[in-house]
């Protein structure tokens, strides 16, 4: 069974750091892809980044680009986010998510897709104060 959690969340003012971790569990191979997507109070759910957990491949939308990294830790089947010169118009609920694909997936940042996705975590808050 696939499992994907989240961690690393919470209260911070802007201007400052903040990582979150993607635990997964239960994947056969290497070939999936973590994408990470937040969603804020009466928004649409949008994407940030994805990474390739085959090769370690990785794309940003433009709405992070700069400020947001994304890795991996093979070893410990996690995925992180880090976020660096957070804004107040971060503040959402972070959520990470999985799919079984190939690296061009997300080279294409068609990993992106949110209804492509197979497996969500249940979802981390992050506040940004101003």
């Known amino acids: 069974e696939v499992q994907l959690v989240e961690s690393g969340g919470g209260l911070v003012q802007a201007g400052d750091s903040l990582t979150l971790s993607c635990a997964t569990s239960?994947?056969?191979?290497?070939?999936?892809?973590i994408g990470w997507f937040r969603q804020a109070p009466g928004k649409e759910r949008e994407g940030i980044s994805c990474?390739?957990?085959?090769?370690?491949?990785?794309y940003y939308t433009d709405s992070t680009k700069g400020r947001f990294t994304i890795s991996r830790d093979n070893a410990k089947n996690t995925v992180f986010l880090q976020m660096n010169s957070l804004k107040p118009e971060d503040t959402a609920t972070y959520y990470c998510?999985?799919?079984?694909?190939?690296?061009?997936?997300?080279?294409?940042?068609?990993?992106?897709?949110?209804?492509?996705?197979?497996?969500w975590g249940e979802g981390t808050l992050v506040t940004v104060s101003s």
């Open positions: 998510a999985a799919e079984i694909a190939g690296v061009y997936t997300v080279v294409a940042g068609l990993c992106m897709n949110y209804y492509a996705m197979e497996w």
């Open positions: 239960g994947f056969a191979s290497g070939d999936y892809a």
């Open positions: 990474i390739s957990m085959r090769d370690g491949s990785t």
